[in-house]
């Protein structure tokens, strides 16, 4: 029974003695207290007296000060530039060899400005025989219109005769084969006349069937030389002297219009609703500096694989940028002035997000709401105050009572994101 007195007595003391050195959690330092009443001082004493043990030194952690700050939220995208519209230029005719070249890469290029002529030789030689055509039918129609004029005279001939020949008839005077004779030459006469007019038809439709040959060897013709659409650069040249124009193969010529270049890049999808058409972006170019762009489309689609939506960017005519170039986008969402503290000061859990406090030496923690998060600083907008420490990357391993050592860090103004 005394040895039992004598270890809840040295159990007692020790916990004095924690308390009194500061390294027992203060409410249950208090309770002891309480406990100890009057004894206190005497049990501690004693404690003092009785065996030391090994107390480990407070841990050693990098606090900041929550501080007032501005913050701009921003999202990154990446992406290469492409040309605002591309005009393909190729041949209107098929099979048609190329012979002379006006323009090449790089070069600007106005609407109507001749880039290409292809040979004509032997377009000239089927106009020259379409002429040959021409005045064939054309001679055929005069024929034509001569042959109907015999046919109307041989006509009128038989008619007469065969009008004379019918009074003649009744009187007897005539036999009645005679009389038919008559009458079959005003019928043939008829018929010649007909046939007449027949081929003064067709030899109008042939030389109508020249005339659209014509039209059509003229437009092949005008189309031997290749002209620009509309204003622009020319991005690349596909063709060389001595190939073959195929209007259905590939262009011979891919053109800029206006030299109008935009950045198109990739956007995660929960980040998509954040950016508007018509919002300022600066984008940094591979080998360029800075240029200011303009949202122009979000697209309304989003690839089922990778969950990532297509952003334009605007960017205008500058020499300086090269369709195909890799580029980044800063496009800036939001921005707040507030209170802020590390991003990695901020730990989340089921219940929310929460901070762990140095107060008095020990970890007090704190639930709080956040707001915007840049430049790896997170904005806090209720929970604790200005001037509060906090542990500047917060961990499991602190619980609520642990005494530690603030080693502080400087807070930085939030810039970017």
Do not use: C
């Not at 064939?136 to 046919?151: C, F, P, T």
């Not at 991003?343 to 020990?362: I, P």
């Amino acid at each position: 029974m005394k040895r039992l007195a004598l270890i809840l007595l040295i159990a007692v003391g020790a916990l004095a003695a924690l308390a009194y050195s500061g390294h027992l959690p203060k409410p249950l330092a208090d309770q002891v207290d309480r406990l100890l009443g009057k004894d206190r001082p005497k049990l501690l004493a004693r404690a003092k007296g009785g065996p030391k043990t090994e107390i480990a030194p407070p841990i050693a952690v990098t606090v900041a000060r929550a501080g007032k700050a501005k913050l701009t939220e921003a999202i990154s995208a990446t992406g290469s530039l492409v040309a605002r519209t591309e005009i393909i230029v190729g041949p209107e005719i098929e099979g048609v060899r190329v012979v002379e070249l006006y323009a090449d890469e790089g070069d600007n290029v106005k609407k109507g400005q001749p880039l290409v002529r292809l040979v004509s030789d032997v377009l000239e030689a089927q106009l020259a025989q379409n002429d040959a055509l021409r005045a064939k039918a054309e001679a055929a129609i005069a024929q034509a219109r001569s042959q109907i004029a015999q046919a109307e005279a041989r006509l009128a001939e038989a008619k007469s005769a065969f009008d004379r020949a019918r009074p003649l008839r009744s009187s007897g005077t005539i036999s009645e084969s005679i009389f038919e004779q008559r009458e079959a030459a005003a019928r043939t006469a008829e018929a010649q006349k007909a046939a007449s007019l027949d081929g003064l038809k067709l030899a109008e439709a042939e030389l109508a069937q020249i005339k659209a040959q014509r039209r059509e060897l003229e437009w092949r013709m005008s189309r031997t030389t290749v002209h620009s659409p509309a204003d622009g650069v020319v991005a690349r040249r596909l063709t060389k002297v001595g190939a073959m124009g195929v209007g259905a193969g590939e262009p011979m010529f891919r053109l800029i219009s206006k030299g109008e270049i935009e950045l198109e890049a990739d956007v995660p999808e929960v980040q998509l609703g954040k950016i508007k058409e018509g919002q300022t972006v600066r984008v940094s170019v591979a080998g360029v500096a800075d240029v200011e762009g303009t949202i122009r489309l979000v697209a309304p689609e989003v690839d089922k694989s990778s969950r990532l939506g297509r952003v334009k960017v605007f960017l205008g005519s500058d020499p300086r940028l090269r369709v195909g170039a890799f580029a980044r986008a800063r496009i800036e969402t939001a921005q707040s002035e507030g209170l802020v503290v590390p991003t990695a000061a901020v730990l989340y859990s089921d219940d929310g997000a929460f901070v762990q406090l140095v107060v008095d030496s020990r970890i007090v923690t704190r639930k709080v709401k956040v707001g915007l998060a840049s430049n790896g600083q997170t904005e806090i907008t209720s929970g604790i105050a200005a001037g509060d420490t906090v542990v500047a990357k917060s961990g499991t391993f602190l619980r609520d009572g642990d005494i530690v050592r603030p080693v502080v860090q400087t807070m930085t103004s939030a810039s970017g994101g």
